[in-house]
């Protein structure tokens, strides 16, 4: 089988580029843990621009937004919990009224 992996902060993005990035790359540029600064978010979003900018086609699949929507909420899930602000148990918190602007958040990303 052929590696047909790429260095995405050098990998020259054309029109006939069929992708498809990984939760990770998207909770990496509109996450709650996002950090403008990293390089990381830096790399993800530089690419993302350059997919776009070249007008590569970008697909997505309900499980990689059902990993994002899951793992957003766990993620601020955990901040919130460090403050003494949710319950220990996920369920829980969905249903408490912080999570109201979290859940917005996370369809305004999506």
Do not use: C
């Not at 047909?4 to 029109?15: D, M, P």
């Not at 990770?24 to 530089?46: A, F």
């Amino acid at each position: 089988m052929k590696n047909n992996a790429f260095k995405i902060s050098s990998y020259g993005f054309t029109i006939n580029d069929n992708l498809l990035f990984d939760a990770n790359v998207w909770l990496d540029i509109y996450g709650p843990q996002g950090n403008p600064g990293s390089w990381r978010t830096q790399v993800y979003s530089k690419a993302l621009a350059d997919a776009l900018n070249a007008k590569s086609s970008i697909y997505m699949d309900v499980l990689i937004l059902s990993e994002f929507v899951n793992r957003y909420a766990r993620l601020e899930h955990a901040l919130l919990q460090t403050r003494g602000a949710a319950p220990r148990d996920f369920k829980k918190f969905r249903n408490i009224p912080a999570f109201i602007p979290i859940a917005q958040n996370i369809a305004n990303n999506l």
